[in-house]
């Protein structure tokens, strides 16, 4: 890949996803609160919705959390405790690939209700129907490279991969070099995981950032209901 496009991509893009994922988040929270929510329409396929919904979240918490570790944590830390890149690179590709295995299945549930019943897909807004799509097409492609990785077991191209996130995060300004070279389906992989951050504050995805702790401490409701004496009405 050219070196200035490959600089633009994963030097200078990284920045503009994650600057609108906070900013655009903050602002959509103070602005339209009552927007900060998924729709739901579990009054419909409602099993399908069951399935789908908990194969999906628990596939992409377990893909989520390996991401943070595996790319976030600095490469010395991993050295310090005598921990292994073949290890590493082997719990990616078989507990990687298994839970996004089980994501995909969820995701290819949750985007089959939504494209395939009428009366769903009538009350679907095109970001929601949009992002599930985009979700479904990266875990697809997240999965397409296992077996590219399965002739990198050394571990190699993880620490590539790890130098990169490591280099975004400490504003290194040749970050992007980690990348330059790598296989295609790699880069395309972490654009489109870019792409989603962009979209991120714009979409349905922003109910992930709650969590309803509060339901732990808040008092119960009851309800009352009073009759108005309508003699004196």
Do not use: C
Not at 30 to 39: A, L, N, Q, T
Not at 69 to 84: E, H, M, N, T
Not at 170 to 179: K, Q, V
Request: charged share 15%.
């Amino acid at each position: 890949m050219d070196t200035y496009l490959n600089h633009l991509l994963f030097g200078i893009y990284p920045y503009i996803a994650l600057a609108t994922l906070v900013v655009g988040s903050i602002i959509r929270f103070d602005r339209e609160p009552y927007s900060w929510r998924s729709g739901s329409s579990q009054l419909l396929r409602r099993k399908q919705l069951m399935w789908g919904s908990v194969l999906f979240h628990v596939g992409v918490l377990f893909v989520l959390f390996g991401h943070i570790v595996g790319l976030l944590v600095p490469i010395w830390i991993f050295d310090s405790f005598a921990i292994k890149h073949e290890w590493k690179q082997a719990l990616a590709v078989y507990g990687g690939g298994f839970a996004g295995t089980l994501a995909f299945i969820g995701a290819t549930l949750l985007l089959h209700r939504r494209l395939f019943d009428a009366r769903i897909r009538a009350n679907s807004s095109f970001s929601d129907t949009g992002i599930i799509f985009l979700l479904w097409l990266q875990l697809a492609i997240g999965l397409a490279t296992v077996p590219i990785s399965l002739g990198h077991m050394d571990g190699e191209q993880m620490v590539r991969f790890m130098a990169w996130a490591n280099g975004i995060f400490t504003f290194n300004p040749t970050a992007s070099l980690w990348l330059d070279g790598s296989h295609w389906i790699f880069r395309v992989h972490i654009f489109l995981g870019l792409t989603i951050f962009l979209l991120f504050p714009f979409t349905r995805l922003v109910h992930m950032l709650s969590a309803p702790v509060r339901y732990l401490w808040r008092g119960g409701y009851q309800i009352v209901r009073s009759r108005k004496d309508l003699s004196h009405g």
